[in-house]
């Protein structure tokens, strides 16, 4: 039991207080180690805010309060894996708006995904994953629903629905829909009848408070600037939002909006959906509406998330959504996106035997330690922490790999913002993503090398969260009396999440084939060279590479349930490993740097090269060579 009166070196045995203690030090890019010395180690909680000079008050009680209220022991990890068809798939994630366009009015759809189909066959993915297609408003490009039956307008109907998931059916692929149930647009009925009769039981399904002092209830920000919540006259109370001033957070702790929730899911499985992909589904259990840390949101870029990143009931909750809705379907696959859930946390969240979701999403390993998205810097892949991942996260959870999606810039720009090494990098990322254990997503376009767009102004720019930061940091800079609108543009045009979101480059046409309209966001202007007609006329582009990779995971069970293990850990140039199960044996080695490096350990006559990036090794390691060898 953690009080004021344990030892960080306490706190840190625990497994959601690890957690809770990595997280704080990732975000100000410090170590574990230092805990090692033992008048760190040895500090009780309740002296925390002194050693810290009063920097950090209240977040030692805040750790306590997490910690002795919530689960914080995973279950142990067995001697086995269970086998999962889900285990050995690859996820491909489209994102619908800018994947193809049918028709010609600058929007990609769903008959444009479909005429595509035979593209995912080639490059040999098993499941599509799509980002949402439910009738929305579209202040968060579809991530505000206003109503979770209807198909978007601008993608098609449900007739077109239902021709796309019969012809992935019958091409062997399957699909899995983006579950947004944190929140729903503000247009959705059930808050237009709560705004029109505060009496109604719909007005129940979203989080209500009182203001205080003629301002909001709290401190809480959004994800999306400002204050987390919008007041209304309709009803006199203000209304949580988390993310833009249009998403409504909804009130998971109401029975009634639950049962909607999972019979919305029946729903869309009984239409023969195979899995869902579950939005920021770790924040739908607050803990009421107390003040935010006013230092833990300093650490995390966000002020109250310690009363819903890990809520009281979170648990309960997935575990009666399985229950309730995939658990009684075959075959059916879950991923929670889970911002701020640790190791640990993850475990906790996908042990087998919880019953709760299949897979999560950490994304630790997104920015470097101490960095964030929206601050310019190059990524340094020495500091990938998928050590940990393949080592501890036991044989009851599986982990999943990803270095791309809607919400990131493009993995091989951030390595390189002019990525000199651009198809070797691109390469190095399948590598890993296709000979770890877990199960790899795509994101679209990343099987060609895309890269990073170069936005000129904001004007180029679609996404709410840049265009609500860069106003909020121009104020920000007007009111310090400096012309800093440069410089605000500078900052989102970095990290904006517009860079994943560049129309999918098809081919050397106008628009790179993706519309013969106007397209909705600028196309990136390399698309004459980076395409996938020239990529699947050339054997050695990259697109080939993520095909050969895949089908070389296809083919050998050791790349999926093979034990990992690690070789020469203490060389931090290079990651190198073995996969070994089912009679066969894996070697990979992988230079994370842009220098030579020499090879941490010989090869042998034994090692047969299979795949890397180089198309063949030499006597030191290339800048981010990579290469699988059969052993
Ligand atoms: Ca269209």
Same mark, same amino acid.
């Given at each position: 039991?953690?009080?004021?009166?344990?030892?960080?070196?306490?706190?840190?045995?625990?497994?959601?207080?690890?957690?809770?203690?990595?997280?704080?030090?990732?975000?100000?890019?410090?170590?574990?180690?230092?805990?090692?010395?033992?008048?760190?180690?040895?500090?009780?909680?309740?002296?925390?805010?002194?050693?810290?000079?009063?920097?950090?008050?209240?977040?030692?009680?805040?750790?306590?309060?997490?910690?002795?209220?919530?689960?914080?022991?995973?279950?142990?990890?067995?001697?086995?894996?269970?086998?999962?068809?889900?285990? +050995? @798939?690859?996820?491909?994630?489209?994102?619908?708006?800018?994947?193809?366009?049918?028709?010609?009015?600058?929007?990609?759809?769903?008959?444009?995904?479909?005429?595509?189909?035979? #593209?995912?066959?080639?490059?040999?993915?098993?499941?599509?994953?799509?980002?949402?297609?439910?009738?929305? *408003?579209?202040?968060?490009?579809? #991530?505000?629903?206003?109503?979770?039956?209807?198909?978007?307008? %601008?993608?098609?109907?449900?007739?077109?629905?239902? @021709?796309?998931?019969?012809?992935?059916?019958?091409?062997?692929?399957?699909?899995?829909?983006?579950?947004?149930?944190?929140?729903?647009?503000?247009?959705?009925?059930?808050?237009?009848?709560?705004?029109?009769?505060? =009496?109604?039981?719909?007005?129940?399904?979203?989080?209500?408070?009182?203001?205080?002092?003629?301002?909001? *209830?709290?401190?809480?920000?959004?994800?999306?600037?400002?204050?987390?919540?919008?007041?209304?006259? %309709?009803?006199? %109370?203000?209304?949580?939002?988390?993310?833009?001033?249009?998403?409504?957070?909804?009130?998971?702790?109401?029975? =009634?909006?639950?049962?909607?929730? #999972?019979?919305?899911?029946?729903?869309?499985?009984?239409?023969?959906?195979?899995?869902?992909?579950?939005?920021?589904?770790?924040?739908?259990?607050?803990?009421?509406?107390?003040?935010?840390?006013?230092?833990?949101?300093?650490?995390?870029?966000?002020?109250?998330?310690?009363?819903?990143?890990?809520? *009281?009931?979170?648990?309960?909750?997935?575990?009666?959504?399985?229950?309730?809705?995939?658990?009684?379907?075959?075959?059916?696959?879950?991923?929670?996106?889970?911002?701020?859930?640790?190791?640990?946390?993850?475990?906790?969240?996908?042990?087998?035997?919880?019953?709760?979701?299949?897979?999560?999403?950490?994304?630790?390993?997104?920015?470097?330690?101490?960095?964030?998205?929206?601050?310019?810097?190059? #990524?340094?892949?020495?500091?990938?922490?998928?050590?940990?991942?393949?080592?501890?996260?036991?044989?009851?959870?599986?982990?999943?790999?990803?270095?791309?999606?809607?919400?990131?810039?493009?993995?091989?720009?951030?390595?390189?913002?002019?990525?000199?090494?651009?198809?070797?990098?691109?390469?190095?990322?399948?590598?890993?993503?296709?000979?770890?254990?877990?199960?790899?997503?795509?994101?679209?376009?990343?099987?060609?090398?895309?890269?990073?767009?170069?936005?000129?102004?904001? &004007?180029?720019?679609?996404?709410?969260?840049?265009?609500?930061?860069?106003?909020?940091?121009?104020?920000?800079?007007?009111?310090?009396?400096?012309?800093?609108? &440069?410089? =605000?543009?500078?900052?989102?045009?970095?990290?904006?999440?517009?860079?994943?979101?560049? *129309?999918?480059?098809?081919?050397?046409?106008?628009?790179?084939?993706?519309?013969?309209?106007?397209?909705?966001?600028?196309?990136?202007?390399?698309?004459?060279?980076?395409?996938?007609?020239? /990529?699947?006329?050339?054997?050695?582009?990259?697109?080939?590479?993520?095909?050969? @990779?895949?089908?070389?995971?296809? %083919?050998? /069970? @050791?790349?999926?349930?093979?034990?990992?293990?690690?070789?020469?850990?203490?060389?931090?140039?290079?990651?190198?490993?073995?996969?070994?199960?089912?009679?066969?044996?894996?070697?990979? +080695?992988?230079?994370?740097?842009?220098?030579?490096?020499?090879?941490?350990?010989?090869?042998?006559?034994?090692?047969?090269?299979?795949?890397?990036?180089?198309?063949?090794?030499?006597?030191?390691?290339?800048?981010?060579?990579?290469?699988?060898?059969?052993?």
């Amino acid at each position: 039991m953690i009080t004021m009166r344990s030892t960080l070196h306490q706190v840190y045995a625990d497994p959601v207080g690890k957690d809770l203690v990595d997280m704080l030090l990732n975000s100000t890019g410090k170590s574990a180690k230092l805990l090692d010395n033992p008048l760190v180690g040895g500090l009780r909680l309740s002296q925390l805010d002194r050693l810290l000079a009063g920097r950090a008050p209240g977040v030692a009680e805040m750790v306590v309060s997490l910690l002795s209220s919530r689960d914080t022991q995973p279950p142990p990890s067995p001697a086995t894996i269970t086998r999962k068809w889900w285990k +050995e @798939a690859v996820i491909y994630q489209i994102y619908p708006r800018s994947f193809m366009d049918s028709n010609g009015d600058g929007i990609g759809d769903l008959a444009g995904i479909r005429a595509r189909i035979p #593209y995912l066959k080639e490059l040999g993915v098993d499941v599509v994953w799509l980002s949402p297609i439910y009738d929305s *408003p579209g202040d968060d490009n579809g #991530y505000d629903i206003r109503n979770y039956k209807k198909i978007m307008k %601008e993608f098609g109907n449900m007739a077109s629905f239902t @021709a796309l998931v019969k012809d992935l059916h019958e091409n062997g692929l399957k699909l899995m829909m983006d579950l947004v149930v944190n929140h729903t647009s503000d247009e959705h009925e059930w808050f237009q009848k709560a705004l029109a009769d505060p =009496a109604a039981p719909e007005k129940d399904y979203y989080l209500w408070a009182k203001g205080k002092n003629g301002g909001p *209830p709290n401190n809480w920000t959004s994800f999306f600037s400002g204050p987390a919540w919008n007041h209304y006259d %309709e009803t006199g %109370e203000w209304a949580l939002h988390l993310f833009s001033k249009k998403q409504m957070d909804l009130n998971w702790d109401n029975p =009634a909006l639950r049962a909607e929730v #999972y019979d919305m899911m029946r729903w869309w499985l009984d239409k023969g959906v195979d899995g869902f992909r579950m939005d920021v589904i770790n924040f739908i259990s607050k803990d009421g509406f107390a003040d935010g840390n006013p230092a833990a949101g300093e650490a995390f870029g966000i002020r109250g998330i310690e009363h819903y990143f890990y809520g *009281p009931r979170l648990h309960a909750y997935l575990q009666e959504m399985r229950r309730e809705s995939f658990g009684k379907y075959e075959n059916v696959c879950t991923v929670g996106e889970t911002p701020g859930m640790g190791l640990n946390l993850c475990r906790l969240l996908t042990a087998e035997e919880r019953g709760e979701l299949d897979m999560a999403f950490n994304f630790d390993h997104l920015e470097n330690p101490g960095k964030s998205r929206m601050f310019p810097y190059e #990524y340094d892949l020495r500091c990938l922490n998928f050590m940990k991942w393949q080592q501890e996260y036991g044989n009851n959870c599986w982990p999943t790999l990803f270095f791309e999606n809607h919400d990131n810039p493009r993995m091989v720009s951030k390595v390189q913002s002019a990525p000199a090494y651009r198809m070797v990098i691109s390469k190095l990322l399948a590598v890993l993503q296709f000979t770890l254990r877990g199960t790899p997503f795509l994101y679209q376009g990343q099987e060609l090398g895309m890269t990073n767009a170069a936005f000129a102004s904001i &004007d180029d720019l679609r996404d709410v969260e840049a265009i609500n930061r860069y106003a909020e940091l121009r104020q920000k800079y007007q009111a310090a009396g400096e012309d800093g609108d &440069d410089i =605000a543009f500078e900052t989102v045009a970095f990290g904006t999440r517009d860079h994943a979101r560049t *129309p999918m480059q098809w081919d050397d046409t106008q628009n790179a084939g993706f519309t013969t309209g106007t397209p909705w966001i600028g196309v990136n202007p390399n698309y004459p060279a980076i395409n996938a007609k020239n /990529e699947r006329e050339n054997p050695d582009s990259v697109f080939h590479f993520y095909r050969k @990779a895949i089908a070389l995971r296809h %083919e050998n /069970e @050791a790349l999926v349930y093979g034990a990992f293990s690690p070789v020469f850990p203490r060389d931090k140039n290079t990651l190198c490993y073995f996969r070994v199960g089912s009679g066969a044996k894996f070697y990979v +080695e992988v230079n994370l740097t842009g220098e030579d490096q020499k090879r941490p350990g010989p090869l042998s006559p034994g090692h047969r090269l299979l795949l890397g990036n180089y198309g063949g090794t030499a006597a030191a390691m290339r800048p981010y060579e990579a290469n699988v060898y059969s052993v």
